[in-house]
């Protein structure tokens, strides 16, 4: 049996870490307990259910990210969410099905409040009144979690190479069976493939629309 104290952020690592083999649908706190050589009845100590570690899992995945989550420093304010989203979605992409467990979940410390303060600051510098630069934060977010969800569900999944559905959605077929709506069909390419640049096409709108639509009379982007 294994002798090193546990403590909610050890089981946290190791959950997330063995989230990248077995997915979320995988994780269980009998093969969490496996892995740390002690007996499952000794995480409920830790936590009462399932989705307690999701979010204990979420919440560490924020900490090894906060500083990133803050933005650009001195940047105007659209830099400074641009470079939040990007990194969002780098700490999202860096487990299986990260997206989902950070979907929903609620944090079990304040590692998410200075990151959330930096760019709430930007915003209303720039001219956002507090409710909207809310706004256009959650906005952001929502966007960038919602889209590597899809990526990371139709996507290519990596280190899976072989596996069924490994290479991510079937173009092909999909186009074969869309053959009478050949618009349809033809936005598969778009929609399925080249995530990297379809984020960043998708971001860029956001924020413009952001900038549009939220900004108070008068304002102007920094």
């Not at 936590?47 to 105007?76: C, H, N, S, Y």
């Not at 969410?81 to 989902?100: F, H, I, P, Q, S």
């Not at 493939?193 to 960043?200: K, L, N, Q, T, V």
């Amino acid at each position: 049996m294994a002798t090193t104290r546990l403590d909610r952020r050890r089981v946290a690592r190791v959950a997330l870490d063995l989230l990248n083999e077995t997915g979320l649908d995988g994780l269980t706190l009998r093969a969490i307990a496996k892995e740390l050589d002690v007996k499952a009845p000794a995480l409920y100590w830790h936590f009462k259910d399932k989705q307690a570690l999701l979010d204990e899992m979420a919440t560490e995945m924020v900490r090894g990210a906060a500083a990133d989550l803050a933005g650009a420093p001195d940047a105007d304010w659209e830099t400074s969410v641009t470079t939040a989203m990007r990194a969002l979605r780098r700490m999202l992409l860096r487990y299986r099905d990260g997206a989902k467990v950070y979907s929903g979940t609620y944090f079990t410390d304040t590692s998410y409040a200075a990151p959330v303060e930096a760019q709430l600051r930007r915003l209303t510098e720039a001219g956002f009144t507090p409710g909207a630069a809310a706004r256009a934060l959650v906005t952001a977010t929502s966007y960038t979690i919602g889209y590597v969800i899809e990526e990371q569900a139709t996507g290519p999944r990596p280190g899976a190479e072989g596996a069924a559905g490994a290479e991510g959605y079937d173009l092909v077929a999909r186009a074969e069976r869309l053959k009478d709506y050949p618009l349809a069909a033809a936005a598969g390419e778009e929609m399925f493939r080249g995530y990297e640049d379809g984020f960043e096409a998708g971001l860029a709108a956001v924020v413009a629309g952001v900038g549009v639509t939220l900004l108070g009379p008068g304002a102007r982007p920094a």
